[in-house]
């Protein structure tokens, strides 16, 4: 398990239906590539229409490839609990299903670190009044890529795919 592609790093978040998701982490500045895909699931090289079944314990995810030294893993956190609520268990907005649950997954101890510290300082906070914060934390499993017309998904409609980004 390695987070590192040469001088740059990977991340991985699973926040709702990964097209707007995937939509605000490629505007972040210091992000050099996005892709979407599936994570924390049973079944080898899953679709879209697998996943979304329920049955294979995958969740849609954003892997996210950024130049550390340009943003951090912690301003990232930022941008994945300012995407979604997390005190929703396996659901975001209308979409439902394990498949929608909020998730970071980590690929090196430091990160995990940083994940569960930024957890437990949005709980302190009081930021999300309504709920307990359901977002699970875990090492980074075997990343699938999604089918390429999901990649850029939001980019490719003109914008329009719900999230009102």
């Not at 505007?27 to 049973?42: A, I, L, W």
Request: net charge neutral.
């Amino acid at each position: 398990m390695t987070g590192e592609v040469g001088p740059y790093k990977t991340a991985t978040f699973g926040a709702g239906c990964f097209w707007g998701v995937e939509a605000v982490f490629s505007k972040v500045n210091g992000v050099v590539t996005t892709e979407v895909g599936y994570m924390g699931g049973t079944l080898k090289n899953p679709t879209y229409k697998d996943v979304c079944t329920g049955q294979t314990g995958h969740a849609e995810v954003v892997q996210v490839t950024y130049d550390p030294s340009k943003v951090s893993y912690e301003q990232l956190l930022d941008v994945f609990w300012s995407v979604h609520d997390p005190t929703q268990l396996n659901r975001q907005g209308p979409d439902k299903g394990t498949n929608y649950r909020s998730v970071i997954f980590y690929h090196d101890a430091e990160q995990g670190r940083m994940a569960r510290r930024s957890k437990e300082t949005i709980e302190a906070s009081g930021a999300f009044r309504f709920g307990k914060i359901m977002t699970v934390i875990m090492p980074a499993p075997e990343f699938y890529r999604a089918e390429e017309y999901h990649q850029h998904y939001y980019k490719k409609q003109g914008g329009k795919c719900g999230w009102g980004i």
